[in-house]
């Protein structure tokens, strides 16, 4: 037998319908906020995620699906999205066209990481980015939006943490003072972080290791070194929040894992998945486009963890709502009633209906028990004394009350049971 490749999954049953169900929250909530979708190749060049992710980070250095094709090229598979959408956005003029552009995006992504319950080696991420605003009204309505999208799945066990990184300019200053402080105390950090103390310091600031934690509780605060412009952003986006009624915990240590981050950073975190508790982060990445190769434009985005959306949805629930059945189950009665049978289960799903039908040849009680499994609204009958009187024997599955029906009133009757 050939299994699933590992850290791989299939999706099917309650829980499929569950994924379905949120993508349909998804498409409204970007539609109520004026954004569109953009969907990007799988695979890009992996020079893309070189310059735009950064070369010193766990993504590029450790978990990239990375292949050489039949041209000589190195390929990606997509490893994350911001990249990729403003690769979309230099290639396509997007800004040019639309000087504030609103994209959002749903799809899988790959990293290879020691798979682990929530974390998958191919993974599903909504995101939305918004181009062409330096505004903090923008870092805000992309937290609106985030906030809005998993309140509208039906989950409520999760806080928003935000922080600013300031300017890169207002960076440098506190970056010396930072390198300064951790080398006073390298004997005590982990390996990991004495390898960033000379590519990306401020990472260390939310390393999980117990160690590393110890040493940052003495560390210097980033917002006491920025410049009154970037603490004027940050207010702005706290007060936009605070008018809007959305509590948050001002978080100084996030610093988020990529390296285009500047001013806004946020995450949105759970108690209720263990270890795996950020389900969304997100923030202003204004360098982002002049790293790779376009006009400088300030943007600001977010993505949200689909697997672990789906894990906390069946945990406040208790488990994921059931597939919606069919609304009619087309019970065929008699062997001259097949052709017939499928034919009217045609024009009823061409009404707009969801119909099933028997495909085995079994008996009319076994359909009824099928029809009874499916969680089937109505049920239709067809044999050769219906067809003869030109009707049909319509039973609400519900109440079990049944009756006779002409052919040619059929599409209306069904509705009716339908609400009923």
């Known amino acids: 037998m050939i299994s699933v490749v590992r850290g791989m999954r299939d999706l099917h049953g309650n829980e499929l319908a569950a994924w379905q ?3 349909d929250v998804i498409r409204a909530t970007t539609a109520a906020f004026g954004y569109s979708e953009y969907r990007t190749p799988i695979l890009e060049f992996t020079e893309l995620f070189k310059r735009g992710v950064g070369t010193d980070t766990d993504i590029v250095g450790k978990e990239m699906y990375t292949f050489e094709d039949r041209g000589g090229d190195s390929l990606t598979l997509r490893p994350e999205m911001t990249a990729p959408i403003v690769r979309a956005a230099i290639e396509n003029n997007l800004v040019r066209h639309s000087p504030t552009t609103r994209l959002w995006y749903l799809g899988p992504l790959f990293r290879y990481e020691r798979p682990q319950k929530g974390r998958y080696r191919q993974f599903h991420q909504f995101g939305a980015e918004c181009l062409g605003s330096a505004h903090p009204e923008a870092d805000a309505e992309i937290i609106l939006l985030a906030m809005e999208t998993l309140a509208g799945i ?44 000379d590519t990306n310091p401020l990472r260390i600031l939310d390393s999980k290791d117990p160690a590393d934690a110890e040493v940052v509780k003495g560390a210097p605060r980033l917002y006491d070194y920025l410049d009154d412009d ?11 929040l605070d008018s809007a009624g959305i509590p948050y915990t001002v978080n100084h240590r996030m610093v988020r894992g990529l390296d285009y981050y ?61 597939a919606a059945g069919p609304d009619v189950f087309l019970c065929c009665a008699s062997d001259a009633a097949r052709l017939p049978s499928q034919l009217l289960a045609l024009r009823l799903r061409r009404a707009g209906l969801s119909v099933v039908t028997d495909l085995l040849r079994r008996s009319v009680k076994a359909q009824v028990r099928e029809a009874d499994k499916l969680a089937a609204q109505v049920m ?25 029906v002409p052919l040619a009133a059929l599409v209306d009757e069904v509705m009716k049971d339908m609400k009923a």
């Not at 389900?279 to 400088?296: E, S, W």
Request: aromatic share 6%.
């Open 154 to 197: 039906g989950i409520s066990s999760f806080r928003l943490e935000v922080n600013t990184l300031g300017s890169p300019e207002s960076r440098a200053a506190y970056r010396a003072e930072l390198v300064a402080y951790l080398s006073s105390n390298i004997d005590a950090l982990s390996a990991d972080s004495v390898r960033r103390l």
């Open 380 to 404: 239709v009958t067809l044999g050769d004394d219906e067809m003869e009187r030109q009707e049909v024997v319509v039973k609400h599955m519900a109440s079990r009350e049944q009756r006779s």
């Open 230 to 240: 970037s603490k004027a952003h940050f207010g702005a986006v706290c007060g936009i």
């Open 262 to 322: 500047s001013h806004t950073v946020f995450e949105i975190v759970t108690d209720a998945l263990g270890s795996q508790n950020a389900i969304c982060g997100g923030g202003r990445y204004d360098p982002l486009f002049a790293i790779l190769g376009g006009t400088a434009t300030p943007a600001v985005g977010f993505s949200i963890g689909m697997e672990r959306v789906m894990l906390l949805l069946e945990a406040e629930h208790g488990g994921w709502t059931p």
């Open 21 to 23: 169900q949120a993508e």
